[in-house]
């Protein structure tokens, strides 16, 4: 297959968020991968520098930014960590606005460039709530990052008209995923679209679902990039299945 697959002139990029199968199987089956290791561990930029140069070239990778900028040290996520903390453990996560979740993000964004990634994912808790300063904290992200942000909200403030508004003038691509609240597109360029399953990770979609998916994309007539990527049990067997469904529809 192609680097990607054309619905009415939109370039769409189907992948899964991490490594599911053997590198030489997935490099040959997907558009892009989300790398997930990130989001737990500090890693040497060099291992990242690495795999790019074994990856084919028409692979693209987009990178989970590490826990210590949104995510809270009470979080589960950090039983997962490896090492010693630099600092006040209670100043990272929750995109605040301290040297700890600055420094968490300039890591994050020297693994981007080793990767050479797309794009940087800030994948927020369920549970964290839009609050005001956070307008300082993502702000400069944006100025400092020479790599496409986008951000995953899951609680509702975030789906507010001033917050949308916020997030687009400072170039982020809102994250969905499109069974749960629909494609919220407010960027120009790009739409970026994370499939957890309905109902929990172990769902398979079914031909229905993937068809349904592909209304939903179809129906955006400006010329976008837009990446698929499955996050579910079954992502790479959902994943092959929606190219070929992209594919038959061309």
Known sequence: MGRYHLIFDMPVKVGVCGFPVRREVLFQSVDVIEVQ???YQIEKPSKYSRLRAETPPHIDYTVKAWQGVTHKTISPTWRRFKGELEGNPKNYGGLQPTKEVLKSFRHTLEIAYSLKATLILLQLPPSLKWEDYMTDTLRVFSEE????????????????????????????ILVTDPFNRGVVDIDPEIIYLRLHGIGGYRYRYSENDLKRLYNMIKGKTDVKTIYILFNNLDMFRNAVEFKKLVASRE
């Open 37 to 39: 290791r990130t989001f």
């Open 145 to 172: 990052s020479g790599v496409r942000l986008a951000i995953e909200p899951r609680e509702e403030s975030w789906f507010r008209k001033k917050v949308l508004d916020f997030l687009r003038k400072n170039r982020y």
